[in-house]
C-alpha cells in the first residue's frame, strides 16, 4: 500500500495499491464502519473527525491515518488539501440531527434560525467544502496520470426524501445534500473528468446515535420493534451495510454510476406489499 507521504517523494502510484480515501465523521458510527471496510480493501485510508482523541484513538486500532477536521471550517479544510493535495475517493459522512446540542422542538415553528443555522453549517456547508476540496485533489490525481478517477460519496438520509416535521433543519439539510450531489456530478461530466459523485441515503441505521432512544433492557427489544415497524423488512440496517455500499461506490466498478441516489432503508420508501388477490381499489 502506497502512503501520502510517498507521494512526496515522487513515488508512483500503482493501481494496485489501493486508493487514498478521505473519510469525515470517522470517529464513530457509519463512518468508522466505513473506514474499516475500505481499510479492509487494502485503501490508504484518512479518518477525519472533530473529536481529536476519538479519531486518533480509532484510527490506530483501524490502522490507518488521522487528520482533525471540523467540516464547517474552510480553513481546516484547505489545511487538509495542503497535507493531501490529491486523493481517490471522499466520503462526506460527518452530520449532525441538531439534537446533540439542543433538546428543540425542531420543528418549522419552533426551531430557532440558530438551531437551523447549526445544522446546516455542519451539514449542508460541510457538503459544499467537501466536494470543492475533492474536485481539486481528484484533478490533481488525474493530472498525475494515477488512477484518473475519482469518487465523491456524500451521506444524505432517507430524511433527505420524505418530511420529517420534528426535525426540520435536519431534513431539509439533507434533501440539499442529494441536490447538491446531482450538480457535483453534472458539473464534472459536462468538463470531462472522470470524477463521479453519489449520493446514500440511510434510514433507521443502529449507530450510537440510537442508544439514547432505545435504552437499556427491560423493553429495550420492544422499542427497538416498534421503532421498525413502518419498515418491510422490520429491521434496524447495520453500519456494515451502508460500509458495504460505500465500498462499492469507490470502486472502480461502480464507474458508470454518478447522480445517483442510493437508497438503504429496508424497502420503507417502496410502499406497503399487498398480498396475492388483494387490490388498493
Excluded at 62 to 84: H, K, M, P, S
Excluded at 127 to 134: N, Q
Aim: aromatic share 6%.
Amino acid at each position: 500500500m502506497v502512503r501520502h507521504d510517498q507521494f512526496k517523494k515522487g513515488i508512483s502510484y500503482a493501481p494496485s495499491q489501493g486508493k487514498i480515501c478521505i473519510v469525515t465523521g470517522g470517529a464513530r458510527g457509519i463512518g468508522r464502519g466505513v473506514c474499516e471496510a475500505l481499510a479492509r480493501e487494502g485503501a490508504t485510508v484518512v479518518l477525519t473527525d472533530i473529536d481529536e482523541a476519538a479519531g486518533r484513538k480509532v484510527a490506530q486500532e483501524i490502522g490507518c491515518e488521522f487528520f482533525e477536521l471540523d467540516v464547517r471550517d474552510e480553513a481546516q479544510w484547505d489545511r487538509l488539501a495542503r497535507a493531501y493535495p490529491s486523493i481517490d475517493v471522499l466520503v462526506k459522512n460527518a452530520g449532525i440531527t441538531g439534537f446533540e446540542s439542543s433538546p428543540g422542538p425542531h420543528d418549522p415553528e419552533h426551531a430557532s434560525l440558530a438551531e437551523w443555522h447549526a445544522v446546516h453549517e455542519v451539514n449542508t456547508d460541510g457538503t459544499f467544502l467537501g466536494c470543492h476540496y475533492a474536485l481539486k485533489a481528484m484533478k490533481a490525481m488525474k493530472a498525475m496520470k494515477a488512477k484518473g478517477t475519482g469518487s465523491i460519496i456524500n451521506m444524505s438520509s432517507r430524511s433527505g426524501v420524505v418530511w420529517i416535521p420534528a426535525a426540520a433543519a435536519y431534513a431539509a439539510s439533507k434533501a440539499a445534500i442529494r441536490n447538491h450531489s446531482k450538480s457535483v456530478a453534472l458539473y464534472a461530466a459536462q468538463n470531462g473528468w472522470e470524477i463521479r459523485c453519489n449520493s446514500v441515503q440511510p434510514a433507521a441505521i443502529l449507530t450510537p446515535m440510537w442508544e439514547a432512544l432505545l435504552g437499556d433492557e427491560p423493553g429495550r427489544e420492544e422499542r427497538m420493534k416498534a421503532m421498525v415497524a413502518d419498515t418491510r423488512l422490520k429491521r434496524f440496517g447495520t453500519v456494515e451495510e451502508v460500509a458495504a455500499l460505500c465500498v462499492y461506490l469507490a470502486s472502480d466498478e461502480s464507474a458508470y454510476m454518478t447522480g445517483s441516489e442510493l437508497m438503504l432503508d429496508g424497502g420503507l420508501l417502496a410502499g406497503s406489499a399487498a398480498s396475492p388477490g388483494q387490490s388498493d381499489g
